[in-house]
């Protein structure tokens, strides 16, 4: 099990509204992000579900089960804290076992399932050391360790990489991956960090200033935002957004859109030296695989070109530059996506 | 602004400049350390060392003069007729059954205190580090005992538990008799423990809040999510997250009760009888105030207590070190 509902769940303290009545349907199995820019609440919205903070309106649902009002304790999540909230007194079994000792289980049953755990997370080793004494990436280990023996029904991640080092959060991400496609439990997993959303979701679900702004696929959102916000958001470097005249001299005969008010072509789908419309180079950004040039156009709009490989420019190039045919976004005057 | 506050103290650092720099130039870098520790040394010795040393001078000192070349070195029979008894246990077999029986009163005293104020204070800083209103005006109320005098805090008390004191007044109001509170032996007992646990719980509530704070609000989360009820929250997480905090508390009380004096004299004089005299008050009343005056005696036993007191300032030093290892 492990559905998960929320019908307009709101959250105020005070007269700042914090969720604007957030309706969103998790599926059993399913490994949802929520990301967001910093304060769109999207670890607000986790804390309504996880219990720990309950909503001023609106109701939250698990497997059917109305659980609006009841306790953090009583809703069968597991939640992985961001600080990893390990209690630094205990030893790493303690901190695994404690939770099951509440739950009044029998000990051989929680020698059985700390086992496992250790074994999944390759934390046997550390079981005697305390928290004090373990690295960051094996403090996430056993925070996890801790949510996995309690064989949840969902579990909650509040942005559990991010006290992590940039190799190590890659590895890490690679093995919730792995977990999550063994345990096949609901994971909800809040981070700000784009390619963490992108490579671990099944959906992901993008929040702004406390409402929903698209929830779909990783593919869906890159392919076919449902607004500028999104499209912004989502991919990286981020779309470039130019009026109908500068998309017009980047991909002539291109048919745009009555409706059209601005134009989003992503940096990777502009190709350089290819074309009418000139480039003026800025800055240049060689990363080995992929060489980013930030320029303007002969308007003055600034354009972002991500080339795939290495490529010779230097800053005061003038490039000709063109987009890809079929590969433009437009938004109305609202900022929402207009089909082509 | 800033600059013209500066100003003079630039020019007095301009002015000293020279002068210290060939002053260092002769003392050295050990002279230079000597010469700035030199104040700080001089009323350290004046205040503490030389009396110190007085105070053993005296120790080994006899008869009842109070100046130093005028008294006869006797050796340790000060000592000697403080601990020589038939029964510690039993103040009358005691050569000097009046110390013996501060040392049980203290005893007694630090027992109850202890206990009770560490308990008050816990108790104190677990609700005011909860979600009250007004936090804030509760930490000042349960912490400003502390500011008072602990002349003035027994002045308070006695005003209120003497024979026409406040608390009589409103029992005969409400059609009871009046209770001589401060001449009961059991009462003045209970009262100056009660006072000075009073007087003192903000003091170490702030200690035990300060380590609560400490203590990370999603641990609780976490174990919250762990289904753990608050009772056992407290035994598993915080008493032990606690203990360290708890331990110097319970050092630091200890070391005052034992030096109880003040407000309890002020309160009850160390009555009824003697059933309120703690040691401190038997030295001072030993060493200056009784018809008897012995100021070896005194000197003498407050050594005994000074001992006591090393022996907890260096358990609570310990503790404090191991604390700042964890």
Redesign the interface.
Known sequence: MGHIRLEVVRKTYGPLEVLKGIDLSIEKGEFVVFVGPSGCGKSTLLRQI?G?DRPSSGRIEIDGRDVTDV????RG???V?Q?Y?????MTVRDNLA??LQ??RMPKAEIASRIAEAARMLEIGHLMTRRPGQLSGGQRQRVAIG?AVV?DPTAFLLDEPLSNLDAELRVSMRAELAALHARLKTTMIYVTHDQVEAMTLADRIVVLRDGAIEQVATPMELFNRPANRFVAGFIGAPRMNFLDVADAAALAPGQAMPGAAASVGVRPQNLRPGDGEAAMTVDLVEALGTETVLHGRLASGSRVIVAHAGQMAARRGDVLAVAAEAGKLHFFDAADRRVEA | MGAVLAAPAGLLAHLFDAPMRLWQRIAGRGGMIAFFLAPNMAIFGLFVIVPLGLNVAYALSGGTALFLPQRSYVGAANFERLLTCGDHMDPATCRDDLFWIAVWNTVRFVGLQVVVLVGVAMVTALILNGKIRARGFWRAVFFFPVLLSPVVVGLIWKWIFQRQGLLNWVMVELGMDPVNWLTDRTWAFLFSVGISVWAHAGFYALILLAGLQAIPRDIYEAAEMDRTSPGRAFRRITLPLLWPNLLVVIVLALIRAVQVFDEVYVLTGGGPGTSTMYLTQYIYETGFASSLRNPGVAAAASLLMGGVLVVLTIAQLGLTRWRDRQ
């Not at chain 1, 306790?71 to 009583?74: E, R, S, V, Y």
């Not at chain 1, 909230?85 to 007194?89: F, G, I, K, Q, S």
């Open positions: 996880s720990l306790g953090a304790a009583d999540l597991a939640m804290f600080s909230a390990l209690y630094p007194h404690f939770g509440n739950n801790r309690r």
